[in-house]
């Protein structure tokens, strides 16, 4: 449904391609969730699977590529560990062993140690990491973040124990808290 209450207005075939193509150039889209969009705007349902199989025929909608640049592009800008990665992948419905085949290819040459450090200078710019960590509470902090952005609790307790020797005792949190 549109703003107002209106409902969406159901496309033909013509009408459902320029349709994709639009989504596509917005941002890269699972076939998964583009073949629920489409389905979702198409007068008959033949018409979404005509239109996915032309995607994919003109290498429009790949899930590999697109995963992998996904993972590629979460890794360079926001410096995310590959758990998180993964998980958003996963998320945007890519297939658990393409989501995990592209993670792995994206990370393999990847030093976590060295995208915690940048992960941390870009959280906690202009504050002084080691006085900040040094308290308790700011510690557990930010071992939560390093988990949330995708790190080991290994890797992530190892970061930070050049800031507070309390790092050996924080534990990660159990699932589903």
Known sequence: MLKGGKKEKKLNAPG???YALRALSARPHSSSELRDK??????????????LAKLE?????????????YAAARRDNQRHGKFRVLRDLQQRRVASGVARQAVERVYQDADESQ???EFLRRKYRGV?????????????????????????????????????ESADELEPPEEGL
């Open 115 to 117: 995208l915690i450090a």
């Open 57 to 69: 025929h003109y290498g429009y909608l790949d899930d590999r590529r697109m995963a992998e640049s």
């Open 16 to 18: 459902l391609w320029e």
């Open 38 to 51: 489409l389905r979702r705007r198409a007068e008959s349902p033949g018409d979404a699977a005509e239109t």
């Open 128 to 164: 002084a990491l080691a006085e900040h960590l040094a308290e308790p509470k700011n510690l557990a902090s930010a071992y939560r973040k390093l988990l949330y952005a995708g790190f080991s609790s290994a890797a992530a307790s190892k970061a930070l124990r050049h800031y507070s």
